[in-house]
C-alpha cells in the first residue's frame, strides 16, 4: 500500500524557515515524481514545488528563490526548505507522488497534509 507521510509543519514568525519532510513508500519512490502543494482555507490546492526522479525541479513563481525541493533516494523522503516565510504561505502543505505503475497506468497519491502558519 502507498503511503505519504509529512511532517515538519508549525507556526513560524514572518522571516523563518521551515523544513517540511515526507516519507514515501519504496515501491513507488524512485520512479515518480513527487511534489508539495498547498491549500489556504477558501482556495485551490496550488503546486508549490515538484522533483521528478532525475531530480529536475520546478517551482510556483510566488515561492521561487525561497523554497527548495529535494529527495533523499536512500531514505525514500522528499523536503521542501522554506525560507523567507511570509503570512501568505499560511496554508495546509500536501505531498503528491504522481508517476505510472509497470504496466503504464497512471497513479497519484497525497498525504494528509500539514500545517504550516506563517504569524508574528
Known amino acids: 500500500q502507498v503511503q505519504l507521510v509529512e511532517s515538519g509543519g508549525g507556526l513560524v514568525q514572518p522571516g523563518g524557515s521551515l523544513r517540511l519532510s515526507c516519507a514515501a513508500s519504496?515501491?513507488?519512490?524512485?520512479?515518480?515524481?513527487m511534489g508539495w502543494y498547498r491549500q489556504a482555507p477558501g482556495d485551490q490546492r496550488d503546486l508549490v514545488a515538484a522533483?521528478?526522479?532525475?531530480?529536475?525541479?520546478n517551482y510556483a513563481d510566488s515561492v521561487q528563490g525561497r523554497f527548495t525541493i529535494s529527495r533523499d533516494a536512500a531514505k525514500n523522503m522528499v523536503y521542501l526548505q522554506m525560507n523567507s516565510l511570509e503570512p501568505e504561505d499560511t496554508a495546509v502543505y500536501y505531498c503528491?507522488?504522481?508517476?505510472?505503475?509497470?504496466?503504464?497506468?497512471?497513479?497519484?497519491?497525497w498525504g494528509q497534509g500539514t500545517q504550516v502558519t506563517v504569524s508574528s
Open positions: 503528491n507522488a504522481q508517476g505510472r505503475t509497470v504496466f503504464g497506468d497512471s497513479r497519484e497519491y
Open positions: 519504496r515501491s513507488i519512490f524512485s520512479r515518480y515524481t
Open positions: 522533483i521528478t526522479s532525475a531530480h529536475s525541479t
